[in-house]
């Protein structure tokens, strides 16, 4: 195995929309077992940094790779296992699924992607949509007919079926109800943890960078300004948008103990 096997890494990374600069030299580094969070107010740039690590586009500078190859249009013959290896739950759940399809047929796909990628998993629809408590009689039904929320745990399903190395997050979980975000955050967070799975988060919600992650970035002004772990920064911010999303933010988010 290479040094850079399984490992997700950005340098000197610029994008802009238009004249606007909205990320500036990022470095970011992502491991296999690693949970990482991204935290930023809405608008910052947090999920155009996911979108760059992921591949969907070409940052304007500087490059990312994973396991040492450009994650924007890999090698034909590495493409594959890219996405086996390398998965990502937008906000949006699901992006780009026909929503006629079923929810097996979701899920056949993910499993016969790895499995063509030299990644059997072993497991089976059944299996997959227990990993985030989906009842087996989802399996039939069309994904235009799930709720938001049931969306998004089944786009979260999908991401992990494959045992990928690593799994970006852009909020995934803004549509769960309430009542249920916690048990599930915690439940992904076990699973992640039990299989070696890199995870980074983006999201404003301090209760879910909490529960899923060891370290969170403070994106502002276009670059990584502050570090450390979630509880550490929101104690002592040395950021002013650190300093504003505690003062936004903190009356809500209401930390376990």
Do not use: C
Not at 15 to 43: C, F, K, N, W
Not at 219 to 239: I, K, N, S, T
């Amino acid at each position: 195995m290479s040094g850079t096997d399984g490992v997700l890494e950005a340098r000197g990374v610029w994008a802009a929309y238009g004249s606007t600069p909205v990320l500036q030299g990022i470095d970011l580094t992502l491991r296999p077992g690693e949970s990482v969070g991204l935290l930023g107010r809405s608008g910052i740039g947090k999920s155009t940094l996911v979108e760059l690590l992921a591949g969907a586009t070409r940052p304007d500078q500087g490059s990312v790779t994973f396991a040492g190859r450009t994650t924007h249009k890999p090698p034909l013959r590495h493409r594959k296992a890219v996405r086996a290896r390398l998965r990502t739950v937008h906000q949006n759940a699901l992006v780009g699924i026909d929503a006629l399809q079923t929810v097996e047929r979701v899920l056949r796909g993910a499993l016969g992607e790895a499995r063509s990628a030299g990644r059997s998993t072993g497991r089976d629809v059944d299996e997959v949509l227990a990993l985030l408590d989906l009842p087996i009689a989802y399996a039939t039904r069309r994904v235009g007919t799930l709720s938001g929320g049931e969306r998004q745990r089944l786009a979260l399903a999908n991401a992990v079926a494959t045992r990928p190395d690593l799994v970006l997050l852009d909020e995934p979980l803004t549509a769960v109800d309430p009542g249920m975000r916690d048990d599930l955050a915690d439940r992904l967070a076990e699973l992640v943890a039990h299989e070696g799975i890199g995870l980074l988060v983006a999201s404003h919600d301090m209760r879910l960078l909490d529960r899923l992650t060891r370290h969170v970035h403070v994106l502002a002004d276009g670059r990584l300004v502050e570090h450390g772990p979630l509880r550490e920064v929101l104690a002592d911010p040395q950021h002013e948008d650190t300093r504003a999303l505690v003062a936004a933010l903190a009356p809500t988010a209401q930390l376990p103990a």
